[in-house]
């Protein structure tokens, strides 16, 4: 009975999400960045032929056989081909974003009941199910982010009960989701070896640098597109060195960077606040701590908004921090009770 309704919450949810997008569809308000460029890329996979993006390049003056390769690195849509031989749209995919946005939730439910209990585990799982990041991921057309809040939400659970395998391959997954997101690799890897798995945390710190330098200095280039379209830094130099040169060399300056700007605040305090800053006590949360300073330290605001789809990135590593962060708590106020 208890899985029945956790899977009646993800129906409902995934319903309350495809809605919200298709509303938007069939009233005109849907856009060419991203929903136009996402359907012409999976188009492409499903023809099996190149996944051509001409929204992009023509307004990039870059011609129209722009593969999307080129513009983010996410081979992964690649995956949602097979669902254009059943209905070829766009509808399409605001109907998978859907699902899958809600597919994480048993996921994160049988993380918090394991950690915390039945209770708090329907909780968690509403409290994401309504979670303004999804909200405004799935109200703004489709974006790669949509495999994100499933692949980590596996990733973490996986790892938790024991089972590496799975979250290796959840973060594996993840890499083709966007060039992006050996930061989240890093991240992991700097959680695990808090944790205590040393040798597995380097590791994945490794190919989190290994694959960032790759998608961004050599995959990307070589399918046509340039490397220095997404960069966002600069105030702080140029290129990736000179930037890491100057972080270093004003450290205090970098320090408060991240809350330079009203809207970085409110981003970073909403980001927290719906766990009640219990996150913020949990080494999960250094999964997420690369992506949302690649945010904070760029110097493009849409990137800090709270009103795009980029908080859905992070979202379940914060819920699922939120929840092994009361846990630590609870363990810290009865230890001078216990008998030790």
Do not use: N
């Not at 070829?88 to 597919?103: H, K, M, N, R, S």
């Not at 991921?137 to 089972?163: C, K, N, Q, S, W």
């Not at 996150?279 to 250094?286: G, W």
């Not at 605001?301 to 609870?330: E, K």
Request: with cysteine; hydrophobic share 55%; charged share 15%.
């Amino acid at each position: 009975m208890t899985r029945l309704w956790i899977y009646l919450l993800s129906l409902a949810a995934a319903f309350a999400y495809a809605l919200l997008g298709l509303v938007k569809l069939v009233t005109f308000r849907a856009t060419t960045f991203d929903l136009v460029i996402v359907d012409q890329a999976v188009r492409g996979y499903a023809r099996f032929g190149p996944p051509y993006i001409p929204s992009v390049g023509v307004f990039h003056g870059r011609g129209m056989d722009y593969p999307q390769l080129a513009d983010h690195f996410s081979p992964i849509y690649a995956l949602l081909a097979p669902l254009y031989w059943i209905h070829d749209g766009p509808a399409t995919l605001i109907v998978a974003q859907a699902v899958l946005f809600a597919a994480a939730i048993p996921f994160l439910w049988k993380f918090t009941h394991r950690v915390l209990g039945t209770a708090p585990a329907y909780l968690v799982a509403v409290a994401y199910a309504l979670s303004w990041p999804i909200a405004q991921a799935a109200a703004f057309d489709v974006h790669e982010v949509m495999f994100v809040p499933l692949l980590t939400a596996v990733m973490i659970e996986r790892y938790h009960a024991g089972r590496p395998l799975p979250a290796l391959f959840a973060l594996l997954a993840l890499l083709l989701v966007k060039e992006d997101m050996g930061l989240m690799a890093i991240g992991a890897g700097l959680c695990v070896a808090l944790l205590g798995d040393r040798l597995q945390g380097l590791l994945c710190v490794a190919l989190g640098l290994a694959w960032t330098v790759l998608t961004r200095g050599f995959l990307i280039p070589l399918a046509g597109g340039d490397a220095g379209d997404f960069w966002a830094y600069g105030h702080l130099g140029p290129d990736a060195t000179s930037a890491l040169l100057h972080m270093l060399g004003d450290p205090l300056g970098t320090l408060f960077l991240p809350f330079s700007e009203e809207a970085k605040v409110d981003t970073l305090f909403l980001l927290v606040w719906p766990t009640l800053l219990l996150c913020l006590l949990s080494p999960v949360s250094l999964i997420a701590l690369p992506h949302v300073l690649e945010r904070m330290l760029s110097d493009r605001s849409p990137w800090w908004q709270s009103d795009f789809q980029y908080s859905a990135f992070t979202v379940v590593i914060l819920f699922c921090a939120g929840v092994d962060g009361l846990a630590r708590l609870l363990r810290w106020v009865k230890r001078p009770d216990s008998p030790r």
